[in-house]
């Protein structure tokens, strides 16, 4: 998966979604949301895999060599059979680049209430990833994988409030050992590119 890193990190490198230091100043005039976390020892009821489903917007990821400087990067999920999933990871290189794809499947552990995948891309790749949180009406997700070292930020629309990024941001890096450091904003519109804690799109 699969960020199922929402993969894709080797898209998801599994899934496969600010800044470093800099993710962490949001607008004085933005009001964080609540955040509704998972109880400190089960990190959260069993994923429902039906409303799971459907389109992710990659929010904010640690750059990775399959995804880095991806703009518009979006992911769909497709539940082909139980525990079975298509995935169609979408990006540009740049805003006035053309769409692209690559397609994904992912196998769901059902034994790990569905939070661990396994992604294969290329038909032959398989990676490993896990969707750590997902908010309680499913409009963010927060997505790890294996080592800590890449972890992804989806949502249900292409736009975040920058008290809530913030607040998913320090999740990753308080309550599931990411080093955010590395963490960078998606441009997900063409006035994104540039702004402070937004990663660099390939093509400008």
């Not at 990871?89 to 397609?103: A, H, K, L, N």
Request: charged share 25%; with cysteine; glycine share 6%.
């Amino acid at each position: 998966m699969p960020s199922i890193r929402p993969l894709c990190a080797v898209l998801l490198t599994t899934l496969i979604v600010g800044p470093g230091c800099a993710m962490f100043r949001s607008s004085a005039s933005s009001a964080p949301e609540p955040v509704a976390v998972a109880d400190q020892d089960d990190r959260g009821a069993p994923i429902n895999l039906q409303r799971f489903m459907g389109t992710w917007y990659v929010i904010g990821r640690v750059p990775n060599f399959i995804e880095r400087g991806h703009v518009a990067s979006v992911n769909e999920y497709t539940l082909r059979e139980p525990q079975k999933i298509g995935i169609t990871y979408r990006y540009r290189d740049g805003f006035s680049e053309p769409m692209q794809e690559i397609q994904a499947r992912a196998s769901v552990d059902e034994d790990s209430g569905n939070h661990d995948w396994r992604t294969w891309f290329y038909r032959v790749v398989p990676t490993h990833s896990r969707v750590l949180e997902v908010a309680p009406d499913y409009s963010w997700a927060l997505v790890g994988y294996p080592g800590r070292e890449m972890a992804w930020i989806f949502a249900r629309k292409p736009e975040m409030e920058n008290g809530l990024y913030k607040k998913l941001a320090e999740r990753l890096r308080d309550e599931y050992g990411v080093n955010t450091d590395k963490l960078k904003r998606v441009p997900q519109q063409r006035s994104q590119v540039d702004k402070l804690g937004y990663e660099v799109p390939n093509q400008r």
